[in-house]
């Protein structure tokens, strides 16, 4: 089926450095999602982006929703070692009725 | 306000055995979904439910069956193990465009 596209797997940041992931796509997406599951939790929402160009804020992450409707960023500005986890994109598709597509994830790592 | 429930945290289960995953949300959405999280394979969609009445399958669904009797509830069961369903089991209730899960099954199948 359908994939989002997240790479690396993995990534490893020193604490305060900022750190961009993308989520790409051949197909187009009406509604951008970015989640964040820490270990032996459920994923957690972090950002909703619904609009081409979008750009969106919660604390020190900024995500947006890119202007072809194929992708989408998200950046995590001073990381610090709560930022550890796995960082999911999930889009959802014209006419997909609620049913997300999910990228695989990038395990961020945080260096004190 | 407890949002997505899952019961158990926890299970074991010998090969052959049958169970039920237990998901219930307080939040009075329509669409619920299982997935099911493998290390490197990302979220795969296991059944979903659009409503009360109505499932539907996802990207892996075989060995598993649905119902939705409820709005509520949304149960997995798990016909007859297999190994290969060692997995952690989310559960997620959708408002919309946004996706809210639970806290997770970790299922294992000896």
């Known amino acids: 089926g359908q994939q989002l596209n997240q790479s690396p797997q993995s990534m490893f940041i020193q604490e305060g450095e900022d750190v961009s992931m993308n989520c790409t796509s051949s197909s187009i997406f009406n509604t951008w999602l970015w989640y964040k599951q820490e270990p032996g939790e459920g994923p957690v929402l972090l950002i909703a982006?619904?609009?081409?160009?979008e750009l969106t804020s919660n604390g020190r992450l900024t995500a947006q929703f890119g202007i072809t409707r194929k992708d989408s960023f998200l950046n995590i500005s001073a990381s610090i070692p709560s930022d550890v986890g796995i960082y999911f994109c999930?889009?959802?598709?014209?006419?997909?009725?609620?049913?997300?597509?999910f990228g695989k994830g990038i395990t961020l790592s945080v260096r004190p | 306000n407890a949002g997505v429930t899952q019961t158990p945290k926890f299970q074991v289960l010998k090969t052959g055995q049958s169970m039920t995953l237990q998901c219930a949300q307080d939040?009075?959405?329509?669409?619920m979904s299982w997935y099911r999280q493998d290390p490197g394979m990302g979220l795969r969609l296991i059944h979903y439910s659009v409503g009360a009445g109505i499932t539907d399958q996802g990207e892996v669904p075989n060995g598993y069956n649905v119902s939705r009797s409820t709005t509520e509830d949304f149960p997995l069961r798990l016909l007859s193990a297999a190994p290969s369903q060692t997995s952690v089991y989310f559960c997620?209730?959708?408002?919309?465009?946004?996706?809210?899960f639970g806290q997770g099954t970790r299922l294992t199948v000896v």
């Open positions: 997620a209730s959708s408002r919309e465009t946004e996706a809210f």
């Open positions: 999930a889009g959802l598709m014209p006419g997909a009725n609620s049913k997300l597509t």
């Open positions: 939040m009075n959405h329509e669409y």
């Open positions: 982006l619904y609009k081409a160009g």
